[in-house]
């Protein structure tokens, strides 16, 4: 029988990390837009032609580059992304169902540092699939330092990885304007709570937010300055513009753009989403004090 062949694509923080996991049990093959010297380093083609695919692109890239490279032939697909596109206001699960079919791929989620992943230190993770067998079949790819859990809940996983990131933001700005760790814990549980309620309004299963796709991942994000996004919400709070802040992160930092989908879908949806919406308004200008006691009055 043929080796099963797995290939990770996309070269960033979080791509390294899991081509340096998926390692360590298999041969993984790695790609990116630009020739990088990385072992097992393949071209485009190569990698698709993989029975598994693990994809860690940006969230706001994944549409067009699935537009412009994918072929589907029957390969099964991680998705690593957390994100909401902010063009469109669909969920990633939702741009993926045009080119892949539902019971072909899956969704990570759960606290997961790259940083931390690519030492070989201990992190669970959840992969969210309609498919069982989907699940059961990356799980054995995953090094032993990564415990995984299977959950059914796609649009639960995906609303917790996307949110948190925009509470993320929220939660260093809270850090930068000196507010205080009970200020701080007080938005991280109302944040919890927010994305509770509006992962609700789409189908999620609420007790996909206490575990690690929603308090894990939100704890860990909101709580360092090892979260991209985190260091954004610093950033604001100490005034600088948001262009020299990403420009001075140099990597991505989802929150920003969820932002804006955060704050067109609960628009269009009626969700309250009062922390959502103030990082919306700081993004674009307003001054994190006025948004302080908005959320302290409201
Ligand atoms: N870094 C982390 O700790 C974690 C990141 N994630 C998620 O993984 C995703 C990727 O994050 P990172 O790798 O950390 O970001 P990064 O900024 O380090 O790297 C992004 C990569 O995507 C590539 N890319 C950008 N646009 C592209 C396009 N149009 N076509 C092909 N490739 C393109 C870039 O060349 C770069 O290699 C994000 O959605 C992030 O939220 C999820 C869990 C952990
Ligand atoms: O999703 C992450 C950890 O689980 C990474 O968060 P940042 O993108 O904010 O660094």
Redesign the pocket.
């Known amino acids: 029988m043929k080796e099963k062949s797995i290939a990770v694509?996309?070269?960033?923080?979080?791509?390294?990390?899991l081509h340096f996991a998926l390692s360590q049990r298999q041969k993984c093959l790695i790609t990116?837009?630009?020739k990088r010297d990385i072992k097992n380093f393949v071209d485009l083609q190569t990698a698709l032609d993989c029975d598994y695919l693990v994809i860690?692109?940006?969230?706001q890239?994944i549409r067009?580059?699935l537009k412009e490279n994918f072929v589907f032939k029957g390969q099964k697909i991680l998705v690593?992304?957390?994100?909401i596109e902010a063009s469109s206001g669909q969920f990633l699960n939702e741009i993926y169902a045009d080119f892949v079919p539902d019971e072909n791929i899956g969704f990570?989620s759960g606290p997961?540092?790259?940083?931390e992943?690519i030492k070989g230190l201990p992190c669970a993770l959840v992969i969210n699939s309609i498919s069982k067998k989907l699940y059961v079949e990356f799980e054995v790819c995953f090094p032993d330092f990564i415990k995984t859990y299977y959950s059914s809940d796609v649009i639960g996983a995906e609303v917790a990885?996307a949110y948190k990131?925009v509470l993320a933001i929220a939660s260093g700005i809270c850090e930068g304007l000196n507010l205080g760790k009970n200020a701080q814990a007080s938005l991280i549980a109302r944040g919890l709570v927010e994305m509770q309620r509006f992962g609700k309004h789409f189908g999620a299963d609420e007790s996909s937010f206490l575990g690690l796709s929603g308090a894990g991942d939100l704890f860990l994000t909101a709580s360092s300055t090892m979260s991209?996004n985190f260091r954004v919400g610093l950033g604001l709070a100490n005034d600088k513009n948001l262009d020299e802040i990403l420009k001075e992160l140099?990597?991505?930092a989802?929150g920003v753009k969820t932002s804006i989908a955060i704050k067109e879908l609960s628009k269009k949806h009626n969700i309250y989403t009062p922390i959502a919406n103030e990082v919306y308004h700081i993004i674009n200008g307003k001054n994190p004090k006025d948004s302080l006691r908005d959320l302290l009055k409201n």
Do not use: D, H, Q
């Not at 690593?80 to 994100?83: E, L």
């Open positions: 694509i996309g070269a960033g923080k979080w791509g390294l990390s990116s837009r630009t860690a692109i940006p969230a890239e067009s580059w690593a992304s957390k994100g990570i997961s540092f790259a940083a992943v990885g990131n991209r140099g990597e991505v989802e």
